[in-house]
């Protein structure tokens, strides 16, 4: 398995405004551009440890086979699926209409309504799909705080040492946090 970025998410949930607000920056300074450059990083950062995309964004996901037809995508919440690409032993790609799969948005499933057998070893499946919780303001709010916290950690350790991820931040975000049983 492997995810592919299609569609980056068109805003930040953070806006510098908010960024500098809250590490007490001086408006119109010369840190923009790092501070600017520091919010994405600690986006990525919190999306990593949850496992969610926060903006709306847009994926693919690669898959080797597709089991029993039963597929979770990963990145919740799910706001819908594009397509679903089968390639065959002879590489021939092959669009499955939208009667060949059913969505579970709620799940954040595709479940494939007959098997597919004779696929090819290798990235055998492409499901391009959209996740996230919708723009910016749609955003939980300990979510945006996290963000804000790691983003002052950053500003606070840029250089050679490592910014450790606050403990505070890991509190707000373990609500939203999937977990692997």
């Known amino acids: 398995m492997s995810l592919q ?27 923009d551009a790092l ?14 440890h949850t496992g969610r995309a926060f ?3 847009g994926w693919i996901l690669w898959l080797d086979g597709v089991g029993d ?21 002879d590489d021939a790609a092959t ?3 939208v009667d060949s799969y059913a969505v579970d948005v709620p799940g954040g499933r595709v ?10 070893t290798r990235n055998a499946a492409a499901i391009a799909f959209t996740a996230g919780y919708g723009g910016a303001a749609d955003l939980p709010a300990p979510i945006c705080q996290a963000i804000l916290q790691i983003v002052a950690a950053l500003y606070d ?3 050679a040492e490592p910014a450790p991820t606050p403990d505070a931040a890991l509190v707000l975000l373990a609500p939203y946090r999937l977990l692997k049983l």
């Open 55 to 57: 903006v709306t964004q």
């Open 5 to 31: 970025l299609t569609v980056p998410p068109a805003e930040e949930p953070v806006t510098l405004e908010q960024a500098k607000a809250w590490l007490r920056v001086e408006s119109g300074g010369d840190e």
């Open 111 to 120: 479940i494939l309504k007959s098997p597919h057998t004779n696929l090819r």
């Open 95 to 97: 669009v499955l209409g």
């Open 69 to 89: 037809g039963c597929i979770a995508l990963p990145l919740p919440p799910l706001v819908s699926v594009q397509s679903v690409t089968l390639y065959g032993r």
């Open 157 to 159: 350790h840029r250089g």
């Open 35 to 48: 501070i600017a450059a520091l919010i994405p990083a600690a986006r990525a950062r919190c999306e990593w």
